[in-house]
Every structure is written in structure tokens, then in C-alpha cells.
């Protein structure tokens, strides 16, 4: 695994980490939205929400960013 992300580091020339927060506060409105309308005001509607929000962002970067890893605050 660590060659892959040494090659995709080479590759894109960005030493870089992109954090996702699983935080409602950080997801847009029309995607909450989105969720709660098909799933409901309840933990699967929010975790869609979450989930195609930082799918979003892992798709928007893949080609420029090596590496993402889900942050967990305790």
C-alpha cells in the first residue's frame, strides 16, 4: 500500500493529505437536503449526505491529491 501512495505522491507532485469531517455542519444545504427528503431526518439520511458530499471531494481530486483520510474527533 505505501508504494501506491509513494507512486500517486511522484505522480501528482503533491505530498499532500486531504482530511474528510464527517461534521453536518461542513455539508451543503441542497445535499442535506437531498437525503432527508429521500431517507428522512434520521442517521441514514445523514450519513448519505455525508457520504456524497465527501464523495464529492475524492472525485473533484483524484487526479491531484494522493491521499484522503477520514478524520474522527473523540
Excluded at 500517486?8 to 427528503?37: C, H, R, S, W
Amino acid at each position: 500500500m505505501i508504494q501506491k501512495l509513494i507512486a500517486k505522491i511522484e505522480k501528482t507532485n503533491a505530498p499532500i493529505v486531504v482530511g474528510l469531517d464527517p461534521m453536518m455542519g461542513f455539508i451543503p444545504e441542497y445535499l442535506k437536503k437531498q437525503a432527508f427528503t429521500e431517507h428522512g431526518e434520521t442517521l441514514k439520511g445523514a450519513g448519505e449526505a455525508m457520504w456524497k458530499f465527501n464523495k464529492g471531494i475524492i472525485d473533484a481530486g483524484d487526479d491531484l491529491i494522493p491521499a484522503v483520510k477520514p478524520q474522527i474527533d473523540v
